[in-house]
């Protein structure tokens, strides 16, 4: 609304269309005549040139140079209720000045334009000017339009300003008075162009750049709905912290977000990458109907792709064509099936990551892993080396039987007691291998469960005849299940093993008879969560012959039992089954040789066990795969049970087609939206950058680039940066240099009433940017001006200071938060963890995103939240304290001063230093020693015992009184 | 930008002329309201309408008979019981009678709620689309099934704004039963993709009713007296220097912070009620936390012209053992349900106070698990449920609706979510399809593009 304010009313020039024309029509005429009319029985379609501008019956919608016989204008104008467009139920009406707009856009000639983001970003030629101003061409573009409105450039920045300005946008954090110095002491005319590079080769700048980059991908440390468990995706936020920190081409970023796991001889990391496009909720709920959920995240593939790189509202069109953009549900659901081929299941893990996810070691790990890898390598070799030995002695005992002893978790025979409580303890993400003889009959062999039919754990049975294995959280919905189709005989030995792999479903589950692998038929594979909650333990002993009720009591004879906590290989199942083959031999001797040899093979046994537990303690992350093609259909009104007409997978017509040699996939798509022919992708980035650095985007609605999207600014200036990105070759860091060495950044942004009457907004630019911090960026200034910030890259999320209860008082019960010990009390604001249905309270009142769904626009708000949170949150208390020993400690001759210098990144004006010392002088006189002591008892931060409690006391005041500071929490 | 911001900016400077061109929008309300604020009632977990206001005698004779197909219809189940074998009619063991010269139908549990059967408009045909809580309270929350919207009080905040400068304008309480409690979520009030401001503030039992709002041990509030004048010394010195209107907006809300901290605790504080007010709501009344001592909160509230007041009770998901759970349940909210109403009514708030009870959906006829004489359980049951309102704009003494033999499928008057939020915003003299905000280039309304105020139940 101030735009258009601004484009018409603050400089009467030639009406033009995209800018003036459509925006009235998008928002009051295309809901009905729009690309949806003719689904709706409308024949009139004002979106479209020719038909606004056929004649009907003698008339004309629009006429171009006669206002008076155009029946828009007549229609918008009629007297009678009921010829008024719009009609008055849809609650719009078109003001005067839009009357207005209209009328002279059609004496004008009403030129019609295409609408200009889906167009090719034109090259534009930056204006020359006489002005000395500029210091780069976004200046010119930003000095011109200044002129047209009139306005002239604020001053610049105060150079301190200006580098406070440049680190939180550049790494989220102030400068230390160190750094400050230094910028002062360079004389040189490049002095600022080095505080910028070194911001921009800092660690925290990935971190800050990455922070953003997480609201849009709506990351999350739990899934969500209503369970809202957790899940492991941090190391795909390592992977965005690592990509910005060593400036990955932007165009390569995107694409390994959106297809990384298609791309030829695919890395770890570039798999990581995807892990963008399963940041999505998933519900883990009972009763859920699991297609209804499988749907929907698809849909919000769709939505964040689409919002993230495409700047389109392409959700929209997901129950009815879009209402405003020519864009059809046909469309939609052609992009929904690129993103439909994952092999997934709506119902999601309660706990853990839900399929397909990789595992992902750290770097930490994978040098771990390759040393083990060593060890192990160096014992097979010297096995090797002694081959013709250990040949020559095998051939003494090879008759005997080899019973592997590795992860061996416990052996029964008959006669021991035929329950253990140790035995088995084992859940459903982990490996185990169950070995016995039996002689046949039905009932239960071994099992771990509720002794009641139908009960939770683990069992195997012999059932009607056939072995039968179950895992089973709840009977109902939340089992696995699987009977061999071989029967056995009743009486006949047998040797059945079963081995399990932890991946929760049943296809994990191998069942062996005398050693060879069975045919299975699967009669459930549902299995979702553990058979115990977090934390809990699950109190059933493991049985021999009994579990699920007396009626499933063992017919037949357990000869021998052993559990082994992982999988044997097959050929170690066959042999413990009593199958001879010449090459077991060398295990059956070598697993009890009291030679060299033996030790060394049974050291290996234990390396290759050890290092197969080491990688299952791997983080993994949920990523991207394309299972078997699924057909996508149109979803009538948008509903999992409403399939209508098949469709294959596309692209939107209204943008530029699939090049030719693409693959029709997701790689294809991924490789289309970062082709520099697709007109979105740089001029949606750069906007986004723009808005991280002025509050605004160009195009205000970041997340819209669609005909209901705002005109930008300045549209010649974002078609400029756009060309200028993909010139650059998507360099993100250059194009923040670029942004940040203009002469239009470095404006001091100090208003003046005429401003803010003329642009309350700041749109035309004629000042600095003056926005309040981001909520992370809030505590970490906090934390780092305090000397608190712990300052490490990457990693699990951490558990901060958080009242007592909140996740207690609404989430499921046995969910509590347990705050972090030691420095990860104190790590970066985007390492929190975020729980998605109670969100960190202090990130919520200072309106972080929502983390549900992909949000790209940036909101502040002003609350008295806010202000209770900054003077009593433990975190802004301790901060003051440590602030205050810091004062005292490093403030010489005057700590008033320094501690201002800490927050602010200035020195105190006179004004300034006498309110801080008068109110020093109060604190000083309040605090007396009993108020002292519980006022300095904030946070776990030991106290500095160098200081008299009622002096730090004071002090402190002063700290957590400097944090409030409007300028605090602002970047100006 | 909203009206909102807008409205605050007017006062700082912005050009008349744009001020008007911005002011050609609505402004709420519409017109005249009957109510000035709602209390929500919000009882979380799906009550079972069968057992408390939907009086089926037929049910009896068919007690463990199959739920016929002509009922079911083949309509989704859960994922509960939709591997259940068989679907046995499960009528309720509770006895109903009629209550007030209305003759309101209500079940034994609810012998308070009887005694307002005349204030109440009673319901019987509410029905939603989602059958599971998560997705069934977002929808009642905001009129969608998936997160991102704005909740109702948030809706209602933003487009009528506080009448109290001391107190936020939503206000939430959670409170725990004894039944089968579901998991919440901190976005039931929140404010979607509108200005966080207009959130729901969760006041909780215990030392901070409101997150951060206690000065720490040792500071007193002289001494946060002095902090703020002393900050806002400073404050002032930036405003003069950078005319940003931001920084009077942030003096401002400290001010507003330094009132809650005296204003909330007078609120919470329950000691100075007389004696009456405990016997009226009952003996969990004393209990801080509880739903009864968050209903003479709410009373508090609605005395303090707090605009949007809503409670949450957990616990009422009976898949087994309802007759058992369910009656606890209503032990501890059907007397203080009862008595806000009547002290509301007492102290001349009930006209200008609309109150609505209401879970996310109802429970099924047939039961879940094993039906004996004595027990059963129910599954959720989307296609029909029960609440009631009362109170400003709202005709008491009726009751709106039926269902079918089985309390399953609507056979007159069916309302929608939809419609509660249409009749709700109307008692409030706001126009639901008036009340927008522009987001993704979409006017989105708490209605979406459907409600019909429900007229039958307006006085």
């Known amino acids: 609304m101030i735009l258009a304010l601004l484009a018409i009313s603050a400089f009467a020039q030639k009406v033009e269309f995209n800018r003036d024309v459509r925006p009235i029509l998008s928002d009051k005429c295309f809901a009905c005549h729009g690309p949806d009319a003719k689904a709706k029985g409308i024949p009139l379609r004002l979106d479209v040139e020719a038909e606004a501008k056929a004649e009907r019956r003698g008339r004309f919608a629009i006429k171009p140079g006669s206002p008076d016989e155009s029946e828009v204008l007549r229609r918008v104008r009629a007297a009678q209720p009921a010829r008024r467009m719009p009609p008055a139920i849809t609650g719009h009406t078109v003001t005067d000045a839009e009357v207005a707009t209209l009328r002279q856009w059609i004496s004008e000639g009403a030129a019609w334009q295409a609408h200009w983001a889906f167009l090719a970003p034109k090259p534009q030629a930056p204006p020359t000017t006489e002005s000395k101003w500029p210091r780069n061409p976004i200046d010119n573009f930003v000095l011109s339009r200044l002129d047209r409105a009139k306005l002239t450039p604020s001053l610049p920045a105060k150079p301190e300003t200006l580098l406070r300005r440049a680190s939180f946008d550049l790494t ?511 001029r949606v980035t750069v906007n986004r950058f723009w808005q991280m650095y002025f509050g605004t985007g160009l195009v205000k609605t970041v997340e819209d680039f669609g005909t209901q999207g705002d005109w930008p600014s300045h549209p010649e200036l974002l078609d400029w940066l756009a060309l200028e990105f993909v010139r650059s070759g998507w360099d993100v860091k250059a194009l923040q240099k670029l942004i940040l060495s203009s002469a239009t950044y470095r404006q001091s942004s100090k208003t003046t009433p005429e401003l803010l009457e003329r642009d309350p907004d700041n749109r035309l630019l004629a000042r600095g940017p003056r926005v309040r911090l981001a909520p992370e960026m809030i505590r970490d200034a906090a934390l780092h001006s305090s000397g608190l910030l712990h300052e490490s890259l990457g990693g699990p999320s951490v558990k901060p200071y958080q009242p007592a209860g909140l996740w207690k008082e609404i989430s499921m019960q046995d969910m509590d938060y347990v705050e972090s010990t030691g420095q990860d009390l104190y790590r970066r604001g985007l390492y929190t963890f975020w729980k998605r249905t109670i969100a960190p309270p202090m990130m919520v009142n200072f309106d972080a995103a929502n983390h549900e769904s992909c949000t790209v626009r940036e909101s502040r708000t002003n609350t008295p939240l806010q202000a209770l949170n900054l003077m009593n949150d433990v975190t802004f208390l301790e901060a003051g304290r440590l602030l205050g020993e810091r004062m005292l400690k490093e403030g010489g001759a005057n700590p008033l001063a320094y501690g201002f210098r800490l927050v602010t990144g200035r020195r105190p004006s006179p004004v300034e230093s006498r309110v801080l010392k008068d109110s020093l002088q109060y604190h000083l006189d309040y605090f007396s020693s009993d108020r002292a002591a519980p006022y300095l008892n904030q946070g776990l931060h030991k106290r500095d015992p160098a200081w008299k409690p009622q002096e730090l006391a004071a002090y402190a005041a002063i700290g957590n009184l400097l944090l409030n500071l409007d300028e605090a929490v602002t970047k100006e | 930008m909203n009206r909102r911001t807008l409205l605050s900016r007017s006062a700082q400077g912005l050009g008349a002329m744009a001020l008007q061109s911005l002011l050609s929008a609505d402004t709420f309300p519409n017109f005249a309201p009957k109510a000035k604020r709602v209390i929500y009632l919000f009882q979380h977990g799906g009550p079972s309408q069968l057992d408390l206001f939907d009086y089926k005698p037929g049910l009896t004779k068919l007690s463990g008979t199959e739920l016929p197909d002509s009922i079911r219809q083949g309509q989704r189940l859960t994922g509960m019981t939709a591997f259940q074998t068989g679907f046995p009619t499960a009528p309720s063991v509770f006895k109903f009678a009629r209550h007030g010269q209305s003759g309101t139908y209500l079940s034994e549990l609810l012998p308070h709620t009887a005694k307002i059967a005349d204030e109440i408009a009673v319901v019987r045909s509410v029905h939603t689309e989602a059958i599971n809580h998560d997705p069934a309270v977002t929808f009642c929350q905001t009129g969608f099934q998936l997160a991102g919207r704005p909740s109702i009080g948030a809706w209602i905040s933003y487009g009528l704004g506080s009448e109290n400068q001391d107190l936020p304008a939503y206000v939430v309480m959670v409170s725990q039963g004894k039944g089968n409690a579901q998991a919440l979520a901190d976005r039931s009030w929140g404010s979607g993709f509108i200005p966080t401001k207009y959130s729901g503030v969760k006041f909780r039992s215990g030392a901070d009713p409101v997150l951060y709002l206690s000065n720490p041990e040792g500071y007193s509030p002289t001494a946060r007296r002095r902090f703020l004048d002393d900050l806002a010394a400073l404050n002032q010195q930036k405003l003069a220097e950078y005319q940003d209107p931001e920084i009077a907006t942030r003096i401002a809300q400290y001010e507003m912070a330094f009132r809650m901290q005296t204003s909330v605790p007078e609120l919470t504080d329950l000691s100075k009620e007389p004696e009456s007010t405990f016997d009226l709501y009952g003996p969990d009344a004393r209990t801080p936390g509880t739903y009864a001592a968050n209903c003479i909160l709410a009373r508090r509230l609605a005395e303090r012209g707090v605009r949007f007041i809503q409670l949450f009770h957990r616990g009422w998901d009976q898949h087994g053992n309802l007759p058992r759970d369910l009656r606890l349940q209503c032990e501890q909210t059907d007397q203080p349900s009862a008595a806000l109403i009547q002290d509301l009514k007492n102290r001349g708030l009930l006209d200008e106070t609309l109150v609505v009870w209401s879970g996310e959906f109802g429970r099924t006829v047939y039961s879940q698990g094993t039906l004996t004489a004595t027990d059963y359980g129910r599954d959720h049951h989307p296609r029909c449920f029960s609440l009631w309102m009362a109170g400003g704009g709202i005709k008491g003494g009726i009751t709106h609706g039926e269902t079918d033999d089985f309390s399953y499928n609507i056979a007159s008057d069916p309302v929608e979510v939809h419609d509660i939020h249409a009749t709700m915003l109307h008692c409030l003299g706001v126009e639901h399809t008036k009340l927008t905000y522009r987001f993704q280039g979409r006017h989105y309304r708490l209605t979406d593009v459907h409600g019909q105020v429900v007229r039958a139940l307006l006085s």
Request: net charge neutral; charged share 25%; hydrophobic share 40%.
């Open chain 1, 172 to 682: 989220g954090l102030p400068p230390t008075p160190a750094e400050i110095d230094i910028f002062f002491k360079d004389k040189s005319p490049q002095a600022y162009e080095h505080a910028l590079d070194r911001l921009l080769a800092s660690p925290r700048y990935g971190e800050r750049m990455a922070a953003r980059w997480l609201d849009a991908a709506r990351y999350a440390d739990t899934n969500g709905y209503q369970f809202d468990g957790e899940r492991q995706m941090w190391r795909w936020r390592d992977w965005v912290i690592e990509a910005f920190n060593r400036n990955q081409r932007f165009d390569q970023f995107a694409l390994e977000q959106i297809a990384g796991d298609l791309l030829p001889q695919a890395t770890l990391n570039q798999r990581i990458a995807t892990g963008f496009n399963r940041n999505h909720r998933g519900n883990t709920e009972d009763g859920i109907v699991p297609e209804e959920y499988a749907v929907e995240y698809v849909v919000d593939r769709v939505e964040t792709t689409s919002t993230v790189f495409l700047g389109l509202t392409l959700g929209c069109a997901r129950c009815h064509n879009h209402k405003y953009d020519p864009l059809t549900q046909k469309e939609f659901y052609q992009f929904f099936s690129y993103f439909n081929n994952v092999p997934e299941n709506g119902r999601a893990m309660k706990y853990g990551n839900s399929p397909p996810y990789a595992a992902a070691p750290t770097v930490a790990q994978q040098a771990e892993l390759a040393k083990r890898e060593a060890a192990i390598a160096a014992e097979r070799a010297a096995l090797r080396r002694d081959e013709a030995k250990i040949t020559a002695a095998q051939g003494e005992t090879a008759s005997a039987r080899w019973v592997p002893t590795v992860g061996l978790d416990f052996a029964w025979k008959p006669g021991e007691p035929t329950a253990n409580p140790q035995a088995g303890a084992f859940d459903i993400r982990d490996h185990f291998t169950i070995a016995t003889r039996i002689k046949a009959a039905n009932g239960a062999i071994v099992t771990k469960m509720t002794d009641r039919p139908q009960g939770r754990g683990y069992g195997v049975y012999v059932k009607d005849g056939r072995v039968h294995v179950h895992i089973t959280s709840n009977y109902v919905n939340d089992a696995i299940r699987v009977d061999t189709e071989r029967q056995l005989e009743p009486g006949r030995e047998y040797a059945v093993t079963v081995t399990y792999d932890g991946r929760v479903a049943a296809a994990g589950v191998t069942v062996y008879v005398d050693g060879e692998p069975q045919a299975v038929k699967v009669s459930q594979d549902t299995l979702y969560r553990p058979f115990v909650n977090a934390g809990a333990i699950f109190k059933e002993p493991l049985r021999m012959g009994a579990g699920g009720g007396p009626a499933n009591k063992f017919a037949g004879e357990i000869h021998e039992a052993r559990v082994y906590s992982r999988v044997l290989p097959p050929d170690q199942v066959a042999a413990l089954a009593g199958v001879t083959r010449p090459e077991f031999a060398r295990g059956a001797y070598l697993e009890t040789a009291q030679t060299a040899q033996g030790n060394t093979w049974r050291k290996l046994q234990q390396l290759i066990d050890q290092q197969e537990r080491f990688a299952r303690t791997f983080p993994t992350v949920m990523v991207m795969a394309d299972g078997a093609p699924k057909q996508t259909h149109i979803l009538l009104r948008g509903a999992y049970d409403k399939p209508g007409e098949a469709v294959t997978p596309g692209l939107p017509a209204i943008l530029p087609p699939m090049p030719a040699g693409l693959p029709n996939n997701r790689l294809g798509l991924a490789r289309w939206i970062t082709s520099p022919e697709n007109p979105l992708l740089a």
